[in-house]
């Protein structure tokens, strides 16, 4: 029987870091600002003044230390407290696609293949910079890929996890061999940096993976059969973004705020670690494997106590560091790359027949979850 693998991966990490204490610092500057040119209504109390932010608060809620950002002079400055990213030509590469091109060749290097072989491209992401044309098939094109045919889609956070769903679907009815997925996630152009309860979130990051079959007589260098994969989604308006081509025939226009990301918090982790943990145990369940078996767990990456809890429900037992690995202390949540830059940095040091979990979850509610086995 043939076996379907992931046999590369790839990642672009932005250039720019933004430390807890610069955010903080740009943050609470904006903040006596408003406070002082609102001082008359805020003594009315027709407005209620803003409280500041904190590097302790940040760090112990999230686990969160820095980001990677693709622009960090314009959300630092407390003026702005966004990104300058300008608008490039149609005849330019966009912003996504140049991403993409950094973490696809990374991964299309490590998997040994060439752009010939693939047949499908996935850019799965969170936000997409346009509606059309696809930036996968942009993505595409620059890479000289021309036997295949690419498609965006969006999962939020779960995006990756769905696009193997779907990459694994594909080579499965015989469609395509190799599937080539992005995820090109530049959250912090989605993030309201004047919300204190939000602004320290979010970093951008690009990860790419090959899924592909395995032919008989190639050899695979660090490569992971995918054993069974598990989609579910159930709706919630928790975690939302209504940011679209709606906003342009309304009175408020694409202002802010509720045209950027926003949730609640609290019950998004009181929700989702049942839900995920719940998931994965049925999902291995399924697969008749044992929990104790499994080597890594990959988590999606959006706060350190939410994946700590979820591990201990899924091994019943405190976990051990390497068992699920955490980067988003220095990455802060790259939303659908999270779960990748996890499993590209840490899966080397698996031996032969390890099986480690990736699993994806986020807003829709969604969860995606892959059983790997490393041959
Ligand atoms: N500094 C100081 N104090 C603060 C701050 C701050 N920055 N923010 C809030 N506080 C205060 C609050 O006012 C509150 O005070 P009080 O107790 O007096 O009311 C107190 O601190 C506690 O606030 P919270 O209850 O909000 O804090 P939590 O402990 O719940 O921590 C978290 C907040 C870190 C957000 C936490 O709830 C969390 O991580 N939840 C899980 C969230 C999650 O996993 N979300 C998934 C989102 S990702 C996704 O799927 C969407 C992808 C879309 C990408 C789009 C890109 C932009």
Redo the contacts with the bound molecule.
Sequence with gaps: MSEFVISGTGLFTPPETLSNREL?EA?NCYVDQFNQDNDEAIKRGDIEAL????E???EK??GIKSRYCMNKSGIIDPKRMKPYLKERTDEEHSLQCEMSIHAAKEAITRAQITPDNIGMVIVAC??LQRAYPAVAIEVQQALGIHKAFAFDMNV???SATFAIQMAYGAIASGSVDHCLIVNP?I?????NFKS???????GDACTAMIVQKKEAHQTLDNAFKILDVKALTQYSSN?R?NFGFLNNADEEGFGLPNK??Y?H??K??KE?VPMVSKHILEHLKANKIDNQQVKRFWL?Q??D??NLLISKKVLEREPQEHETPIILDEYA?T??AGSIIAFHKYNQDLKKGDLGVICA????Y?VGSVILEKI
């Design positions: 903080v943050f409280e500041k932010s904190s302790a608060f940040i809620a999230s969170s936000n939020a956070c779960s996630e959250c912090t152009a989605h993030l204190r309860d939000c602004h320290f979130i979010f975690i973004n950027l990301f949730q918090g609290r998004v982790f989702v999606h959006a706060n106590s939410m949540n939303s659908s979850f986020g807003a829709g969604s």
